[in-house]
């Protein structure tokens, strides 16, 4: 048995990185899993990758900071497996346009407002009454260790990280009587394609690896933490906020 067996799981931003790495994870815990993305050719490889395993999986072309189309996303999620018992808020992403409050791109402010924070409140607005119709279940928003603890040069993308993580903890109390858990997760710098990317373009960004003793995350250990919250063995657990820092 896996542990995640009968449960239907939606990724946002499930299309590359740690949200693909964590769909075919969920997948291969037994849930089904509904991929929202707005890359096309990308989510169907991780679709196909999932039913090519013996899966249940659906690709969603979704953009998580347009209401109308995050609607329809969940709408469809429930239309197709019958109802909706995690959302895993991924979508999002800093970049090197950011910077200190004083000369960072405002465009890249808005846009990681946008993306970050308006698209998981998107997500959780029309995620949480599905789950709670299918009688509870587990929200897991992916946040940032600098919204835990700050970094230099990214004011933009650490106000969006932490204002996920303030509305993690009011989520969790809001919900929490109808049996709707909320955590985040909050990793460090992660081996993606979009962190190498960044290191290789910005020595600023290298250097925010090297105070990570334990070096670059692997993406699967992300998603190993949210197979975790979405399962039952973390029942008891709601308004919590896991570090996964490499040794910041």
């Known amino acids: 048995m896996g542990r995640l067996d009968g449960k239907v799981v939606f990724v946002a931003g499930g299309t590359g990185g740690i949200g693909a790495v964590a769909a075919v994870q969920f997948a291969r815990e ?11 050719i990308e989510g169907r490889q991780v679709e196909d990758r999932i039913k090519s395993s013996g899966g249940q999986a659906v690709y969603l072309r979704t953009d998580v900071t347009d209401k109308e189309s995050v609607e329809s996303a969940i709408r469809a999620t429930v239309r197709e497996f019958g109802l909706l018992n995690v959302l895993f808020n991924n979508a999002g992403g800093s970049s090197n346009a950011d910077g200190f409050v004083t000369d960072a791109s405002l465009d890249e402010f808005w846009r990681v407002i946008k993306l970050d924070l308006y698209g998981t409140f998107l997500c959780c607005r029309f995620a949480i009454p599905e789950i709670i119709k299918a009688g509870g279940g587990s929200v897991i928003n992916n946040a940032s260790m600098v919204g835990i603890k700050g970094e230099l040069r990214r004011d933009a993308y650490t106000a969006a990280k932490g204002g996920v993580i303030a509305m993690t903890r009011s989520m969790a109390a809001e919900f929490v009587r109808d049996k709707v858990r909320v955590n985040a997760l909050a990793p460090g710098a992660v081996s993606t394609d979009r962190i190498l990317a960044m290191i290789e373009a910005n020595p600023a960004a290298k250097k925010a690896v090297e105070v990570q003793p334990l070096g670059l995350i692997d993406p699967v250990e992300i998603a190993h933490a949210a197979v975790f919250l979405a399962s039952d063995e973390s029942r008891s657990i709601t308004g919590e906020v896991l570090p996964i ?3 910041r």
Do not use: L, M, T
């Open 30 to 40: 037994g849930a089904k899993v509904a991929i929202a993305g707005r890359r096309i």
């Open 245 to 247: 820092s490499g040794g």
